[in-house]
T-cell receptor
Framework: DAKTTQPPSMDCAEGRAANLPCNHSTISGNEYVYWYRQIHSQGPQYIIHGLKNNETNEMASLIITEDRKSSTLILPHATLRDTAVYYC????????????FGTGTRLQVTL | NAGVMQNPRHLVRRRGQEARLRCSPMKGHSHVYWYRQLPEEGLKFMVYLQKENIIDESGMPKERFSAEFPKEGPSILRIQQVVRGDSAAYFCASLKSGSSYNEQFFGPGTRLTVL
């Protein structure tokens, strides 16, 4: 699976959009980009995933660049409850693979 | 629809004792994964099981650790002769059979403390 690079930490004001970048320059053509998050002391939570098209669900949007070497997770209106560590994970098309977590981005949402 | 359940939530053991961690996956989920999170570290995959079968145990320590997912009942992660370095949060996740994508549902974790 391709490696990912994320900034270690970011801040965001409540109510503003949080844009979390991820670099995955060695991604293969059949590998997906997944995002999970871990709120303090809880189990991780799936957010969204995509292959090459932009995706949106009730939690977030995922923007993948045309060359697929990077992506951005967007939380459109961050709240204090979005404070968490966000993990960008690249994995193959198998739908039952283990998750390989990197160090992630610690997002702090402030008043 | 109950989520993934883990028990106990907190477990204290003395060095040399055995620890048994239980995980009940969501209804209809036949894939179970165990992950470990050492203090101030990231989550590390340990083992992936389907009913009665170990599919991938590449993250399991070679000694003292074992896992099972019997036909009936919860998945069990067993740690024999615990040492202080085993102190960590252990998370279980489950995946629905036939899922079209890898949305794993995580339990609340078991915090193991070895005295």
């Amino acid at each position: 699976d391709a490696k990912t690079t994320q900034p270690p930490s970011m801040d965001c004001a409540e109510g503003r959009a949080a844009n979390l970048p991820c670099n995955h320059s060695t991604i293969s053509g059949n590998e997906y980009v997944y995002w999970y998050r871990q709120i303090h002391s809880q189990g991780p939570q799936y957010i969204i995933h995509g292959l090459k098209n932009n995706e949106t669900n009730e939690m977030a949007s995922l923007i993948i660049t045309e060359d697929r070497k990077s992506s951005t997770l967007i939380l459109p209106h961050a709240t204090l409850r979005d404070t968490a560590v966000y993990y960008c994970i690249v994995m193959g098309p198998g739908t039952a693979s283990k998750l390989t977590f990197g160090t992630g981005t610690r997002l702090q949402v402030t008043l | 629809n109950a989520g993934v359940m883990q028990n106990p939530r907190h477990l204290v053991r003395r060095r040399g004792q055995e620890a048994r961690l239980r995980c009940s996956p969501m209804k209809g989920h036949s894939h179970v994964y165990w992950y470990r999170q050492l203090p101030e570290e990231g989550l590390k995959f340990m083992v992936y099981l389907q009913k009665e079968n170990i599919i991938d145990e590449s993250g399991m320590p070679k000694e003292r650790f074992s896992a099972e997912f019997p036909k009936e009942g919860p998945s069990i992660l067993r740690i024999q002769q615990v040492v202080r370095g085993d102190s960590a949060a252990y998370f279980c996740a489950s995946l629905k059979s036939g899922s079209s994508y890898n949305e794993q549902f995580f339990g609340p974790g078991t915090r193991l403390t070895v005295l």
